[in-house]
């Protein structure tokens, strides 16, 4: 890419026309975040790719977002700007293991969390994100055994939350599980009006001191509305451009970190969201590549689990 590409000109321009739109996740950087036609959360992203009529879907997140969006939109190109931005939740979870683990259950149904790959969405009932984790949940009548894969933090949090004992995958978010409860207790001294706010993805000790759990989007509703000036956010450090943009006249700092016994600045950061560059943004429009591709019948079978989702919360 020449150097003196307007980047942020070329895009819009590329955009319009080959009738394109950029979804983004919270995650993104911020520039990424301010080129976006919709930011938003898994479950959002995933309404706008099943709704959106572009020509292409540029998707500004993982893998395994936007594979959903080819899931439910596959006569639409979707492309990714980065093939590499994976997940730890989904790599903890590989589908022959887990339809091992899920022989072993016979009687149970698979709720399985979004962020997994399509592979393993093809072994599931219906799938939830943290949005609706709860609401799916609970769907079900309680004595209905349940398998819940692939994050243990969130299942376990649902279980605390519906008096359920779902059989867990022990899978979790690399990020999410940095965050600790003994540095934010410490932090919380320093700022004793700050509100906790995290997100379900963190471990138990962590959802103990928080105020306030929820899905990305929720965090930021929450943020915007509650009337606390002062928040200390365990999740992604991405979410706090759009709390900052949101509400400016509040102060936010991301929870802190620590990986083997030391603090670890970078881990909340996610290295799979944050491979997506401007630049590589530009270049995954202007050459229609990498693009998401999968087998028409994993589509078909993925793709019911996911409606079963949409439906149950529409
Ligand atoms: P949300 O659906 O809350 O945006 O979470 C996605 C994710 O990857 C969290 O790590
Ligand atoms: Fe996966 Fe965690 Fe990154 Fe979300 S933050 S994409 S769950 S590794």
């Known amino acids: 890419v020449k150097e003196d590409i307007d980047l942020v000109a070329e895009i819009a321009r590329l955009k319009k026309e080959k009738n394109a739109v950029i979804l983004a996740h919270y995650y993104q950087i911020a520039e990424i975040q ?38 439910l939109s596959p006569q ?54 943290s949005s609706n984790a709860v609401k799916i949940v609970e769907s079900f009548p309680k004595e209905q055994k349940i398998i819940f894969a692939p994050d243990k933090n ?40 700050a509100k906790v706010v995290a997100h379900p993805e963190s471990e138990q000790p962590v959802l103990k001191l928080a105020d306030y759990i929820g899905s990305t989007t929720g965090l930021l509703k929450h943020v915007i509305n509650s ?45 799979h969201m944050k491979l997506n560059t401007m630049e590589k943004l530009y270049l995954c429009l202007r050459d229609e590549t990498p693009e998401i591709t999968l087998p028409m019948d994993v589509i078909e079978a993925a793709r019911k689990p996911i409606e079963r989702m949409l439906e149950l919360s529409a």
Not at 87 to 95: D, K, Q, V
Not at 230 to 252: C, N, W, Y
């Open 227 to 271: 009337p606390d000036k002062e928040f200390i956010v365990a999740t992604e450090s991405g979410i706090l451009h759009q709390m900052r943009k949101a509400a400016p006249d509040k102060k936010f700092i991301v929870a802190p970190t620590s990986r083997n016994g030391h603090a670890c600045k970078a881990c909340s950061d996610c290295p």
């Open 76 to 129: 639409k190109k979707v492309v990714l700007p980065d093939m590499n931005a994976g997940c730890s939740l989904e790599e903890s979870a590989p589908a022959d293991e887990f339809a091992a683990f899920k022989a072993q259950h016979p009687d149970h149904i698979v709720i399985s969390y979004v962020n997994c790959s399509a592979a393993l969405k093809t072994l599931t009932d219906v799938v939830c994100t």
């Open 154 to 193: 969130l299942g376990g949090y649902i279980n605390r939350v519906t008096g359920r004992n779902m059989v867990l995958w022990d899978g979790a978010c690399m990020v999410h599980e940095t965050f600790s409860g003994k540095m934010i207790q410490d932090l919380k001294v320093k700022h004793p009006d």
């Open 34 to 71: 301010d080129i976006a036609d919709y930011i938003g959360d898994s479950l959002g992203l995933s309404q706008q790719a099943a709704k959106t009529d572009a020509d292409m879907i540029v998707f500004a997140g993982v893998r395994f977002m936007a594979e959903t969006a080819k899931i």
